[in-house]
């Protein structure tokens, strides 16, 4: 345990704290959360916000939140906008320290310069494919460019007029002079500077033509705001090198330490933006947001609280061991949450029809349910009882052993908060479907089972006369396979979409008291799951429910 916080350590917080032990960067812990707006956060970004985050609070340090935009072809305001909502839902704040890299294009051009000015760095005329031949491979080593060694002010001299807008697209790069016979490919002259016209960037406008390469850019900007530990997933680890051969090289102030972990990969999703925006632009999916995305505003139109997203996060912890982590682990996060803070109501996704023929017609009897069955400061309702009533069709048969403990002809069954029924005839139509229990109620069966009585399934009912007709959406995995985007077999990752991820529910009815529902707030439909009124589609006159999470898990019995 550090002596901060009742955390357990991982090798981030050792780094840390080993850091702090030797007074590095005078105490201070100062992270970032780097997105490049080029797409919604999914749940990957989650893992990466409540590290950087949480570090933070839990050594009294900062993090920023930072736009990583070098690439104005794929960004966009919206993107900024949502992702700013997605980390402040997830419980975030970064205060006034919200920046962009785009915020330093005048010094990342004039550290440039610099570099040219030293005899770090060269304006190369090769095209895109020579570059890449002269580049090498892993295991050839790469051939110097013939524009290597343009003398400083020729180099200078052709930087400005690519700033200028004299060049085309393609036709020059400015490159770091470091080895191409470098064994680490990023170190053979990489890309500093690259030309694009016709692009309106979301921050700068058409101000500039030549944009920063992403790896130039990090480890200036973390520098630039004082970054001490600048945490990212594994892939960077090969970059390093170059992230501390530029900050060498530009003798910056501050020295960051760039730190990797491996990235969250969650099975039956996907966390790649780019695959993401295909689900979304193929239209295979309604929207970012749709509640079957593992996008983090997807997750919330799902219903997951964020408590229980930072709960997960917590839970699988931080390694630098590549994982998958199951499905079940954030589902059980869900429902921990929900089980606890969700209100209970009752609603029938099926219904079929019971009229209990002793109980008068026109009756209204106002019963007491509590709200949640162990927290009594969650209050209680009215549950409003009549003749006719709604049961689900899965809740009835007309024969049945003693494991079905539900309503079956001629037996009896509690009524959750009410009454204990019993079948006495089962009406159905010309085709054999069933349409309407008569049922007969006991009137000393309210609450208790009276002496000798013993009645051990519960169902859950609503009154016909006082209910409310609501679209129940019945969301599953989007995917049927726990790989879907590394599978060898096939190339494309549709080919693993779930056909019933989506099953529309449009005959369902809710208790009366969820007509006045908060969009957004889930409920544990007694016996159902955890359902969340959309936030979007929900209004008064027209509910519609989302399923967040089943009770329990399902699907581990599929599995079997
Ligand atoms: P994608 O592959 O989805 O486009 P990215 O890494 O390119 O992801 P960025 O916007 O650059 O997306 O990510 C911002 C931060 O989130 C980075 O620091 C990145 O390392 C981290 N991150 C992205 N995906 C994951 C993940 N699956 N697990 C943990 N951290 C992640
Ligand atoms: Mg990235």
Same mark, same amino acid.
């Given at each position: 345990m550090s002596e901060e916080t009742t955390k357990p350590n991982n090798f981030i917080r050792n780094i840390i704290n080993a850091d702090l032990e030797v007074g590095k960067n005078d105490g201070r812990v100062h992270t970032r959360f780097p997105p490049e707006p080029n797409g919604y956060l999914h749940i990957g970004h989650a893992k990466s916000i409540c590290l950087n985050f949480g570090l933070a609070n839990d050594y009294n340090g900062l993090c920023n939140l930072r736009f990583d935009d070098t690439n104005p072809q794929k960004e966009n305001e919206e993107f900024v906008k949502a992702i700013e909502e997605d980390v402040r839902w997830l419980g975030f704040d970064w205060q006034d320290r919200l920046f962009f890299s785009s915020n330093y294009f005048e010094q990342l051009f004039d550290y440039a310069v610099q570099l040219i000015k030293q005899g770090d760095a060269y304006v190369c005329d090769l095209s895109a494919e020579q570059t890449r031949e002269y580049r090498g491979t892993l295991t050839e080593p790469g051939k110097n460019s013939p524009y290597r060694d343009r003398s400083i002010e020729e180099n200078l001299a052709l930087f400005k007029r690519m700033r200028a807008g004299e060049f085309a697209d393609g036709s020059k790069l400015l490159r +770091?002079? #470091?080895?191409?016979?470098?064994?680490?490919?990023?170190?053979?002259?990489? +890309? !500093?500077y690259r030309i694009r016209h016709d692009v309106v960037h979301h921050q700068t406008g058409t101000e500039w033509c030549i944009y920063p390469m992403y790896d130039y850019t990090h480890c200036i900007s973390d520098a630039i705001e004082g970054i001490t530990h600048s945490i990212c997933t594994l892939e960077f680890a090969d970059h390093r090198p170059l992230y501390n051969w530029f900050l060498a090289r530009l003798n910056t102030d501050s020295r960051p330490q760039q730190i990797e972990f491996s990235r969250l990969n969650l099975q039956y999703a996907i966390t790649s933006k780019r695959k993401l925006t295909k689900l979304v632009e193929d239209n #295979? $999916?309604?929207?970012?947001?749709?509640? %079957?995305?593992?996008?983090l505003s997807g997750m919330r139109r799902r219903g997951y609280p964020a408590a229980a997203i930072r709960e997960f996060c917590e839970r699988i912890g931080v390694t630098k061991a590549d994982n998958s982590v199951e499905m079940e682990i954030l589902d059980a996060c869900i429902r921990e949450n929900l089980n606890e803070h969700a209100p209970r109501a009752m609603a029938v996704l099926d219904p079929v029809k019971v009229v209990i023929t002793n109980y008068p017609e026109g009756q209204t009897e106002e019963l007491i349910a509590p709200n949640h069955p162990q927290n009594e400061s969650m209050g209680t309702r009215i549950v409003p009882f009549t003749r006719e009533l709604y049961i689900d %069709? +899965?809740? =009835? @048969?007309?024969e049945a052993n003693n494991k079905f403990k539900r309503l079956v002809k001629d037996k009896e069954v509690r009524l959750r908060n009410a009454y204990v029924i019993r079948c006495d005839e089962v009406i159905k139509d010309e085709k054999g479907k069933i349409v309407e229990l008569l049922c007969s109620y006991d009137p000393a069966t309210l609450g208790a089972n009276p002496e000798g009585r013993k009645v051990k399934g519960v169902i859950h009912w609503v009154s016909v006369e006082h209910g409310i007709k609501a679209q129940v959406r019945i969301y599953d995995r989007l995917f049927n396979h726990p790989h879907p985007d590394s599978d @060898?077999?096939?190339?494309? =990752?549709? $080919?693993? !979409?779930?056909?019933?991820s989506l099953v529309t529910l449009t005959t369902s009815v809710v208790e009366k008291n969820l007509a006045t529902v908060q969009p957004g707030t889930v409920y544990q439909f007694e016996r159902e799951g955890y359902f969340c009124a959309d936030?979007? !589609?929900?209004?008064a006159g027209n509910l519609v429910f989302n399923? /967040? $999470? /089943? !009770?329990?898990?399902t699907w581990a019995k599929i599995a079997k």
């Open positions: +770091a002079k #470091i080895d191409m016979a470098s064994p680490n490919v990023n170190m053979r002259d990489p +890309a !500093l #295979i $999916v309604d929207s970012w947001d749709d509640p %079957r995305m593992s996008t %069709r +899965a809740d =009835f @048969k007309e @060898k077999e096939v190339d494309d =990752f549709t $080919v693993h !979409l779930n056909p019933q936030s979007e !589609l929900c209004e399923r /967040t $999470v /089943t !009770l329990r898990d």
